[in-house]
């Protein structure tokens, strides 16, 4: 009887588990179809947030060359570049999983991490939890022996910055990329030859992961990847996002981006990506996200890479500034190091961005497009609107500090100019045409200067104004 018994509660919870997400993701106010999942506005932090930043860490650390896709790169497509660095550097019978191992993270402070986050100015971070080589930076139930806890670090990287950031950076939101597939996983190989009629990886381990990170560490971003070759019914998508909108415990905080299945970037989920890198520099009608790297050939540390490859802070505030004046926000990523290090010309550029953000932060964040993205009379000039201000970021200083504007429109004795980091108040006129502005900006030294990158005209009371 006491087996019998055992055997009927063991089925029973086997039933449950097979059962249970698309159960949750049943129940509530949105339904798992596009249609309604779509229908659900993002939370208001992450519009009003701008910028955050992205970190790619993982076992491809280690090599630390050319991609975070050294495995795909090494065996999958057999590039000559990763072949020959692995016949040059390590012994024949190598294996990717030997790897890692040599993933330690000694030198890995969380608190630092978050402070140095921080001092971006951002207002999100997104870590990756697992890449595609499938190694989880968190001790995974459903990822045995090649996760972080159990090989390399032996460490919870994911908890322990999470738990960082909700102590130490409190104004930054913590989220999680997570890659869907895995390369090489047997399961996802299994139900990919079959043309994806089968599920096996996606109960036993996508699944199952989502569920667990959500749960364990409550992120405010679910930053999805890795869905490309299966479609969405594949994935289970929209069970899994009527149960994160509906039940989870980020349901009233969490946003997701759009890489839910072949066919859904750029059209179904939260906010879009499209492709990386995405920069439409126009208006977008919906919600959208510039993930770029600070490193222009990849997402990782690279132990290759020379000072030309990193975008200096020109090219930084410039993107800023097509991005969020087309409606977008910035995901900026940088890698850390195998031993637990961010170094120093990322830890600079952070560093940077967080300097101009202090000074020029009132026309980035909870900012709105203005009825003019950029200026068509002055090439870099980009605007943003908030609370009947309006704001011109000028990405060149201009020839005998004349700033010719031709989008906004000021009226005599109303509108006032101002540059943000500047007490006094600026001169200005109406073009010939009647139409447009020309700023006598301050002549100011080097060191005069409220900061060294783009400069913020802020215009009150114009004829033109935005919401």
């Known amino acids: 009887m006491w087996q019998s018994n055992m055997a009927l509660i063991s089925a029973l919870v086997l039933v449950a588990i097979c059962v249970w997400p698309p159960v949750l993701g049943a129940v509530g106010k949105y339904e798992p179809n596009w249609a309604s999942l779509d229908s659900r506005p993002l939370p208001p932090w992450y519009d009003e947030a701008k910028i955050g930043i992205f970190m790619h860490w993982g076992v491809f650390s280690v090599p630390s060359f050319g991609s975070a896709w050294f495995w795909w790169y090494w065996q999958g497509a057999h590039d000559a570049a990763y072949v020959n660095f692995m016949k040059q550097n390590y012994p024949p019978g190598f294996t990717y999983a030997d790897f890692a191992p040599h993933f330690t993270t000694e030198f890995y402070e969380p608190k630092a991490f978050a402070e140095i986050v921080q001092a971006s100015g951002a207002k999100y971070v997104v870590l990756t939890s697992k890449h595609h080589e499938g190694f989880t930076n968190w001790p995974s139930k459903y990822s045995w022996n090649w996760n972080s ?100 415990p980020v349901n009233a905080t969490v946003v997701t981006n759009d890489r839910w299945g072949k066919g859904t970037s750029c059209k179904h989920g939260g906010y879009y990506t499209c492709h990386d890198r995405y920069n439409p520099g126009v208006l977008q009608k919906h919600k959208w996200e510039n993930a770029m790297t600070i490193d222009r050939k990849a997402w990782v540390f690279r132990r290759e890479a020379v000072l030309a490859d990193y975008y200096d802070m020109e090219y930084l505030t410039k993107t800023l500034a097509e991005t969020i004046s087309c409606g977008g926000n910035l995901l900026m990523n940088i890698g850390p190091t195998h031993d637990g290090r961010i170094v120093p010309i990322f830890e600079e550029r952070l560093r940077q961005m967080g300097t101009w953000l202090k000074v020029n932060g009132e026309a980035v964040y909870s900012t709105k497009p203005w009825v003019a993205q950029n200026d068509t009379m002055t090439p870099g000039v980009w605007y943003t609107t908030k609370e009947g201000s309006v704001y011109a970021i000028v990405l060149d200083w201009p020839a005998n500090n004349e700033l010719d504007l031709g989008a906004p429109t000021g009226k005599t004795g109303h509108t006032k100019v101002s540059m943000l980091g500047y007490s006094m108040p600026l001169q200005w006129r109406s073009l010939p045409s009647g139409k447009g502005l020309n700023i006598t900006l301050p002549a100011l030294n080097e060191a005069q200067l409220p900061c060294q990158w783009a400069w913020v005209i802020k215009m009150d009371n114009l004829v033109m104004d935005c919401c």
Not at 160 to 173: G, I, P, S
Not at 214 to 238: F, H, M, R
């Open 149 to 248: 806890m159990d090989v390399g670090p032996k460490r919870d990287l994911v908890g322990e910055l999470a738990t960082a950031f909700r102590t130490y950076a409190k104004d930054v939101h913590f989220g999680l990329y997570y890659s869907l597939f895995e390369w090489f996983n047997p399961l996802y190989l299994q139900d990919k030859q079959g043309g994806f009629k089968t599920q096996e990886y996606v109960r036993d381990v996508a699944l199952s992961e989502l569920y667990e990170i959500i749960e364990n560490y409550k992120p405010d971003v679910l930053w999805s990847d890795g869905d490309w070759e299966a479609t969405a019914d594949y994935w289970n998508s929209t069970e899994f996002l009527a149960w994160l909108y509906n039940s989870s």
